[in-house]
């Protein structure tokens, strides 16, 4: 099973952008589907984005198409989410998770390994 290690957070201005990283052990990359998620401090965590175990298919929430972008780099066991044009209302814990089981790419209980989370501060 893999272990995704989140890296990349910090404080970014409104209209700045970061990128993250998440870096996934283990030698069944490929066999994951990975995706984005985020909680804001007493809130639910949200889906932001997830990437098919080919890096074709991608999947985006609302609130962040067109802004945000999910690519994997198999080579390198690696997924990012650049993320452009920040806003405030983006400010939370980003989270990377891995998915081998069949589910539903926007529900977070259906992924199956979890990082640490990384913190996303964005400043108006």
């Known amino acids: 099973q893999v272990q995704p290690v989140e890296s990349g957070g910090g404080l970014v201005q409104a209209g700045g952008s970061l990128r993250l990283s998440c870096a996934a052990s283990?030698?069944?990359?490929?066999?994951?589907?990975m995706g984005w998620f985020r909680q804001a401090p007493g809130k639910e965590r949200d889906f932001v984005a997830a990437l098919r175990r080919s890096g074709v298919s991608a999947y985006y929430a609302d609130s962040v198409k067109g802004r945000f972008t999910i690519s994997r780099d198999n080579t390198k066991n690696t997924v990012y989410l650049q993320m452009n044009s920040l806003k405030p209302e983006d400010t939370a814990v980003y989270y990377c998770a891995a998915r081998y089981r069949i589910g539903n790419v926007y529900n977070h209980n259906d992924y199956d390994a979890w990082g640490q989370g990384t913190q996303v501060t964005v400043s108006s």
């Open positions: 283990g030698r069944t990359f490929t066999s994951y589907a």
